[in-house]
């Protein structure tokens, strides 16, 4: 669902040795909208904090709040909606999270934790994480681990107080190339266990428990000559519903004269559909007592996202930038095989601008 | 071969809600023209039966009731014929006088209240449309404090006179959609049917079911809109005119017709008539899909 944008962190990200001697403070707005040929459209607007804190001298503090207010519906198999009368959807999200590390010699540890609550759903999440390196420091071994709890209630009634767990590990390892190069590899697995169906889809049953494996790679290469940076990342995911995706994405940092830096990126993502996923129209292909979905999320198909961000860097530590998002999304850009069929093009974009202050 | 008409979607808002009507057509002028036609009809239906507009023509025959008649035209003496048949059809649970009860139910009153038995025994004398004094050119309420009120047919017969305008203006497959009462013709551009979401009756920006269809119209009636809880009971805007008080058969109910008119009175009346629902729609012939008090999707 685009409303779940991005679930706050709990997996531990980048392989920081050092503590940052600066704070941070930033704000940002999202502006968020997806359409289909012939569709109504879905609008989400978030504005979001984000404050880093480094205090007593080895420890880090972070933390982030998030609000998505939703209109409009977001169909992607309707043309319309029929309903009675009213004011037309509204619906909302808050989220948070926060998580302190600190840094010693020659590692960190780091504790989070994470809240996001919708009119029907509650998750919460611990993390924990540890970054040991090298004497040299140009390899970082990082180990993280957390856990999330969530409630779903739907109000329909056929989500009553149903709850899902899931834990998550991260091996991983950051390795410097060469002056200009860097390597990160990551290897997560998450174990879930729970209610796992959508319960405003008519049928929909699932599995009640849910295996992922993902292994991601990036390789960070710094042209000094050209003061630019190019970023590639590559990530398989196989999980026990059946779906395997490949998401490849690279993106160019170019900084430019008075502090301006241009940021363009493609990304292609691709899946293979669930075991029980059923094409359109609904619902051919059920048989009671069998797992069944036509949640076109779980189908197959293939997508582009082209991106834009341009920064700018002013006096005293502010920042300003602008990020603008467009994704399109077809079974026919399947790689290697069909994808599934009846299923519209589904178009979204995001704009992204916000300010931020080092302090 | 050439290729298949666009479709062009113009949003607006009337009766206090949001609408859509979306056209296909080669010709994005062509498309918004024929579009602000179907608006301004849309427009005009409101400005002559709006009760909540002092000028409209249902306000001038509330105001006038226990008095002198009021003259009416050909179009609204349909209308009234309409909503007779409808009061029919429910055995009189379908009233377009019963609008004199919202002065017992207030659903918008913090914090909510239950009508009494007292208050509502005391409005159901001005309630009853068998009383209505009518012919094709006037019509009379005899009693002063009595109201006509159009909803469940104003909006519908808006959809179907903004959809009969741009057929007329060349809109060879199109999509009116007011508040959610839903008019289509034509099927897609590309030969299959509309696809139409069922909104779900529980939970906002998620639909329970959907409908396919070229051509007619799927009109739905809810518990869900206007409505309070007490005590952990549900009462909607949907009442009942021969008791005043709410019906709990359905959280929702949606059925198909060939207008939109039909189809909107025969989900509030599949509303009203609770269980019996089913072998009435039946016997009507409609296509429907109902939700259950249990939150179960029933359909024929």
């Known amino acids: 669902m685009a409303a779940a944008l991005a679930l706050p962190g709990v997996v531990p990200g980048a392989a920081a040795q050092s503590i940052p001697d600066e704070g941070i403070f930033s704000v940002r707005y999202l502006d968020y909208r997806d359409w289909q040929p012939g569709a109504d459209r879905m609008t989400v607007r978030s504005p979001a904090l984000f404050v880093q804190k480094p205090f007593a001298a080895t420890w880090l503090f972070e933390g982030s709040l998030v609000y998505d207010g939703m209109s409009g519906a977001s169909p992607r198999y309707f043309n319309t909606l029929s309903g009675a009368s009213g004011e037309g959807v509204k619906d909302y999200r808050t989220a948070g999270d926060a998580r302190i590390t600190r840094y010693h010699d020659r590692y960190a540890i780091g504790v989070g934790g994470a809240v996001s609550s919708e009119r029907d759903f509650l998750s919460r999440a611990g993390s924990l994480d540890v970054r040991w390196w090298t004497e040299d420091r140009n390899t970082t071994l990082a180990f993280g681990f957390a856990g999330t709890a969530d409630r779903i209630n739907s109000n329909n009634g056929v989500a009553d107080n149903e709850t899902r767990y899931t834990l998550d590990w991260l091996v991983g390892v950051t390795q410097s190339v060469n002056p200009d190069a860097i390597v990160q590899s990551n290897l997560t697995f998450s174990r879930g266990h729970g209610y796992y169906d959508d319960p405003y889809k ?3 049953t699932r599995p009640d428990y849910r295996r992922i494996v993902a292994w991601l790679t990036r390789w960070n290469q710094s042209f000094p000559s050209a003061d630019a940076t190019m970023r590639l990342a590559f990530r398989v995911l196989h999980d026990s519903f059946g779906t395997t995706s490949w998401m490849t994405e690279a993106q160019w940092v170019q900084s430019l004269p008075q502090g301006w830096t241009v940021q363009p990126g493609l990304r292609y993502y691709t899946q293979s559909e669930a075991d029980f996923y059923r094409n359109p129209p609904f619902p051919t292909g059920y048989v009671p007592g069998e797992n069944y979905s036509a949640d076109t999320r779980l189908a197959a198909f293939g997508a582009f996202t082209a991106s834009l961000r341009v920064a700018k860097a002013f006096a005293d530590g502010w920042t300003g930038d602008l990020r603008i998002d467009f994704y399109r999304q077809k079974s ?5 095989g069909d994808g599934s069929p009846g299923i519209d093009t589904f178009s979204a974009r995001w704009i992204q601008a916000g300010i931020s202050k080092a302090f | 071969m050439a290729a298949p008409p666009r479709l062009w979607r113009h949003g607006f808002r009337a009766m206090a809600s949001a609408h859509e009507i979306v056209l296909a057509s080669d010709s994005e002028t062509h498309a918004r023209s024929v579009a602000e036609a179907a608006i301004a009809e849309v427009a005009r239906i409101e400005a002559k039966y709006s009760r909540f507009r002092d000028s409209s023509l249902v306000s001038a025959i509330n105001r006038a009731a226990g008095g002198a008649p009021i003259r009416i035209d050909a179009e609204t003496a349909a209308l009234l014929d309409y909503a007779d048949a409808c009061h029919r059809e429910s055995r009189g649970r379908f009233d377009i006088t019963s609008g004199v009860l919202r002065r017992a139910w207030d659903f918008r009153r913090e914090p909510p209240r239950v009508a009494s038995q007292r208050e509502i025994d005391a409005l159901l004398p001005l309630v009853g449309w068998n009383g209505v004094e009518r012919d094709a050119h006037a019509i009379r309420l005899p009693r002063a404090g009595m109201e006509i009120d159009l909803g469940g047919i104003g909006k519908e017969y808006a959809a179907d006179r903004a959809a009969a305008l741009a057929i007329d203006g060349g809109i060879a497959q199109g999509l009116v959609n007011l508040a959610g009462d839903v008019r289509v013709w034509g099927g897609l551009p590309d ?17 329970i079911a959907g409908i396919e269809l070229a051509d007619g119209a799927v009109a739905t009636s809810g518990d869900y809109e206007r409505c309070i809880v007490v005590d952990g009971r549900r009462y909607c805007h949907v009442l009942d005119a021969t008791t005043g008080w ?15 008119v039909v189809a909107g009175s025969g989900a509030t009346v599949g509303m009203l008539l609770g269980e019996e629902a089913p072998r009435w729609l039946a ?18």
């Open chain 1, 202 to 204: 008519p049928l929909d």
């Open chain 2, 283 to 300: 016997s009507e012939g409609f296509r429907w899909l109902g939700v259950d008090v249990q939150g179960v999707v029933r359909e024929t």
């Open chain 2, 246 to 260: 709410p019906v709990d058969g359905w959280q929702s109910m949606s059925v198909v017709a060939p207008l939109c």
């Open chain 1, 332 to 336: 026919s850009w399947r790689f290697g």
């Open chain 2, 191 to 207: 030969g299959r049917p509309w696809r139409v979401g069922i909104r779900h009756p529980r939970t906002e920006g998620a639909t």
